[in-house]
Nanobody, 122 residues
Framework: QVQLVESGGGLVQAEDSLRLSCAAS????????MGWFRQAPGKERSFVAA????????YYTDSVKGRFTISRDNAKNTVYLQMNSLKPEDTAVYYC???????????????WGQGTQVTVSS
């Protein structure tokens, strides 16, 4: 069992930056691929980024490439999402998630955090 707690959301202006953090419980954090998802008002939850177990391989949805960076610190059981050049369309609740799938990127995530709100004003 993994428990995930996100933090770092807030209200920012367009072109600002934010860094989200997701702290995981347990001693098997590096067994999981970690991902970030987001859900905008009235829309389905969508994939944002994932990072491999050792942190060496990231994967992004096209709309955030070049602006967002996912990373992890396995010693701290934490995954990060650095978000630069934010746009109003990035406004959403952001969730971190953990997967033990061996596919890349994972097809399914098994543990989810409660989410953190990111609001970008124009």
């Amino acid at each position: 069992q993994v428990q995930l707690v996100e933090s770092g959301g807030g209200l920012v202006q367009a072109e600002d930056s934010l860094r989200l953090s997701c702290a995981a419980s347990g001693r098997t954090f590096n067994n999981y691929v970690m991902g970030w998802f987001r859900q905008a008002p009235g829309k389905e939850r969508s994939f944002v980024a994932a990072v491999s177990r050792n942190g060496n391989t990231p994967y992004y949805t096209d709309s955030v490439k070049g602006r967002f960076t996912i990373s992890r610190d396995n010693a701290k059981n934490t995954v990060y999402l650095q978000m630069n050049s934010l746009k109003p369309e990035d406004t959403a609740v952001y969730y971190c998630a953990a997967s033990w799938d061996n596919s890349w990127p994972p097809l399914k995530y098994y543990y989810w955090g409660q989410g953190t709100q990111v609001t970008v004003s124009s």
